[in-house]
């Protein structure tokens, strides 16, 4: 018996999530990952049921295995990690069955709330698998919306993590002391993302770093806004893209 289960949304074959300015299962991965890990920090057990990069016949069978590995060893509440996709769509809700299980979708739909996204509110979640056929109260968190560029540019995995966790638990997590160099910095992938890169950095008045070079440098930014390449928090599909997604996000 754990007191947590959760599992990553999608993230094996032929369950795949969706696909917007970033990628659910990239997300779902690094998220859920950070949450167990908050979880333990705080004294919980937990137990991952996500099947990573197993194959499946159908998307069912990803489902059953996590609602089985669920059910198998028992916890008082099963979490389970995923971002929305639909155009126009932003914000955060939380689908849940149970009173039990209502009752913390609320508090962590709030606590995500509180870090600027739209309270979509909680959600029926009698229709979705994994919510109901595990045993214990299950709550499924659309976090933010991939295809979103007001919530992906306010993306940051750790606050969202802290805020799930609050949600959950109760508790605040205890804050590793970083020192931070400064709190805001600009970083651009490639010199083709540079103009966007210095409109973007005016407007948030901050300094701004070839991707590259900052990583090097050792320096320590509270919230990097990465334009452009693999890590951006706002990209297009080429360098075109890139600059009109920027612009879209003033
Ligand atoms: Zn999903």
């Given at each position: 018996?754990?007191?947590?289960?959760?599992?990553?949304?999608?993230?094996?074959?032929?369950?795949?999530?969706?696909?917007?300015?970033?990628?659910?299962?990239?997300?779902?991965?690094?998220?859920?990952?950070?949450?167990?890990?908050?979880?333990?920090?705080?004294?919980?057990?937990?137990?991952?049921?996500?099947?990573?990069?197993?194959?499946?016949?159908?998307?069912?069978?990803?489902?059953?295995?996590?609602?089985r590995i669920a059910n198998?060893?028992?916890?008082?509440?099963?979490?389970?990690?995923?971002?929305?996709?639909?155009?126009?769509?932003?914000?955060?809700?939380?689908?849940?069955?149970?009173?039990?299980?209502?009752?913390?979708?609320?508090?962590?739909?709030?606590?995500?709330?509180?870090?600027?996204?739209?309270n979509r509110g909680v959600?029926?979640?009698?229709?979705?698998?994994?919510?109901?056929?595990?045993?214990?109260?299950?709550?499924?968190?659309?976090?933010?919306?991939?295809?979103?560029?007001?919530?992906?540019?306010?993306?940051?995995?750790?606050?969202?993590?802290?805020?799930?966790?609050?949600?959950?638990?109760?508790?605040?997590?205890?804050?590793?002391?970083?020192?931070?160099?400064?709190?805001?910095?600009?970083?651009?992938?490639?010199?083709?993302?540079?103009?966007?890169?210095?409109?973007?950095?005016?407007?948030?008045?901050?300094?701004?770093?070839?991707?590259?070079?900052?990583?090097?440098?050792?320096?320590?930014?509270?919230?990097?806004?990465?334009?452009?390449?693999?890590?951006?928090?706002?990209?297009?599909?080429?360098?075109?893209k890139t600059f009109k997604?920027?612009?879209?996000?003033?």
């Open positions: 018996m754990y007191d947590y289960t959760g599992d990553a949304g999608h993230n094996c074959i032929p369950d795949s999530g969706a696909v917007g300015i970033r990628v659910e299962d990239q997300l779902t991965k690094e998220l859920w990952g950070l949450v167990q890990s908050k979880l333990k920090q705080l004294g919980y057990t937990v137990l991952d049921c996500t099947p990573y990069g197993q194959s499946f016949n159908k998307v069912g069978g990803s489902l059953g295995y996590r609602v198998e060893n028992g916890s008082k509440l099963h979490i389970c990690i995923h971002f929305n996709a639909c155009p126009g769509g932003h914000g955060v809700e939380v689908y849940a069955t149970s009173a039990a299980g209502r009752e913390v979708a609320q508090r962590v739909c709030n606590e995500i709330s509180k870090l600027g996204y739209t959600k029926d979640g009698s229709e979705l698998f994994v919510v109901k056929y595990t045993y214990m109260p299950s709550i499924l968190i659309e976090c933010a919306f991939v295809d979103s560029a007001e919530d992906m540019n306010r993306y940051n995995a750790e606050a969202m993590a802290n805020a799930i966790v609050k949600g959950i638990t109760g508790q605040e997590v205890i804050k590793e002391s970083e020192e931070f160099d400064m709190n805001d910095i600009v970083l651009y992938f490639g010199d083709a993302d540079v103009f966007a890169a210095i409109m973007k950095a005016q407007r948030m008045r901050c300094p701004l770093m070839k991707e590259s070079d900052f990583n090097a440098s050792g320096l320590k930014a509270e919230n990097k806004v990465i334009i452009g390449g693999p890590n951006g928090t706002i990209k297009g599909d080429d360098r075109f997604a920027v612009g879209n996000t003033f």
